[in-house]
């Protein structure tokens, strides 16, 4: 498994942006995505944006437009820039890597989870 430290949350009004950092520490097991989760109080933690290996991202229809998902394979890196957030938006973000280890098994590692908090 490998380490994901996220940083770049924050307090902005609606309108706003905020650029999310998700850096995986160097691991010999291969990543084969990483993505963004986010999770308010009271619901379930949802799929905000992941990017594959060697495929285009996945948005969910909510941020769609608005935020953009790019990855560094690398540098084992991923970035979430979120543009024009909305006070829906705020929640816990969480950096997400699905990792392959030997014989093909893939287990998911999260980060600590960063803030987003937007303000009408």
């Known amino acids: 498994q490998v380490q994901l430290v996220e940083s770049g949350g924050g307090l902005v009004q609606a309108g706003g942006s905020l650029r999310l950092s998700c850096a995986a520490s160097?691991?010999?097991?291969?990543?084969?995505?990483m993505g963004w989760y986010r999770q308010a109080p009271g619901k379930q933690r949802e799929l905000v944006a992941v990017?594959?290996?060697?495929?285009?991202?996945n948005y969910a229809d909510s941020v769609k437009g608005r935020f953009t998902i790019c990855r560094d394979i690398a540098k084992n890196t991923v970035y979430l820039q979120m543009d024009s957030l909305k006070p829906e938006d705020t929640a816990v973000y969480y950096c997400?890597?699905?990792?392959?280890?030997?014989?093909?098994?893939?287990?998911?590692?999260w980060g600590q989870g960063t803030q987003v908090t937007v303000s009408s």
């Open positions: 997400n890597a699905l990792v392959e280890l030997y014989g093909g098994t893939r287990v998911s590692s």
């Open positions: 160097r691991s010999i097991f291969n990543i084969d995505s």
């Open positions: 990017v594959p290996s060697g495929v285009r991202p």
